[in-house]
């Protein structure tokens, strides 16, 4: 039997109750192509794929990649990689081309490395129709907090800003083996229609929410302190902190600080 290990994050789902909540969530159809990032020992993987013709597995643990290859199952196919170096996007345009009705990428992510990994999806989110992961519920928290929430944070920014994004399901330690010591909940991530950020805009966008966060306890005139002059910002919102600027706002100072960079 394949223990978890440590290094990598593991901890394996086994909650039948949970396990049909996300896999209906999902909703797998027979025309849509899916990725699961780390399959683990195939929670989700199995009842996924009785619902699809094929499905992709992405996985690190070169044990696991070893498991899921000897179990030669049919539909499957399965990629030994870093999810964090995986190009998203390229997978994503490729199974557009062959036709795919919906494109998803889902997963029990990796606490350790779920917040650099949910800004690497953010590439891929122009050709993908919906994005369900597993995450420590304290990181859920912070994707779906509002502004002037104490948990409204870079990640709230960013991810708002390309995303709808849904606190859909919790799940407590004991749904896992071994249980992790904390909890975990499950986000929905549609990837915005009306989204019309530039490249160079969304590269202000991240230099500026970056700052305005950098010392959360600071007002704006002091960690935007080299944006003030090229930027719209009011007297009362100098006065702000990071968290009481709404995602919008950012927005719009990423569109002037992009145009007068050009």
Do not use: C
């Not at 396990?19 to 780390?38: K, M, N, T």
């Not at 009785?50 to 049919?74: C, F, G, H, M, T």
């Not at 170096?85 to 199974?95: M, P, T």
């Amino acid at each position: 039997m394949h223990q978890a290990r440590k290094r990598f994050g593991q901890n394996f789902l086994k909650d039948e109750g949970i396990i049909h909540a996300i896999v209906s969530l999902i909703g797998p159809g027979s025309e849509d192509a899916i990725i699961e990032i780390g399959p683990g020992l195939g929670a989700l993987t199995r009842p996924l794929l009785s619902n699809l013709d094929r499905l992709d597995l992405l996985e690190i643990d070169r044990d696991l990649v070893a498991y899921w290859r000897k179990q030669a199952l049919p539909g499957i196919d399965v990629t030994e990689g870093d999810a964090l170096l995986f190009d998203f996007l390229a997978w994503a345009k490729a199974k557009r081309a062959g036709g795919a009705k919906q494109v998803k990428i889902v997963g029990n992510l990796p606490y350790n490395i779920s917040s650099p990994l949910l800004f690497h999806l953010v590439a891929a989110a122009a050709e993908v129709s919906e994005q369900v992961f597993m995450l420590q519920a304290e990181v859920v928290e912070r994707m779906v907090a509002q502004a002037g929430s104490s948990e409204y944070s870079r990640l709230s920014v960013m991810l708002q800003a390309r995303y709808h994004l849904e606190h859909v399901l919790d799940v407590p330690p004991e749904s896992f083996d071994p249980q992790p010591k904390v909890n975990s909940a499950v986000v929905r991530m549609i990837p915005r229609s009306d989204f019309n950020v530039s490249l160079a805009e969304w590269r202000a966008l991240e230099k500026i929410v970056a700052a305005a966060f950098a010392q959360r306890r600071k007002m704006l005139r002091t960690n935007l302190q080299d944006y003030i002059e090229r930027l719209d910002i009011s007297d009362e919102e100098l006065t702000q902190r990071a968290q009481n600027i709404a995602v919008e706002r950012y927005l719009e100072w990423a569109a002037i600080l992009a145009k007068s960079s050009q």
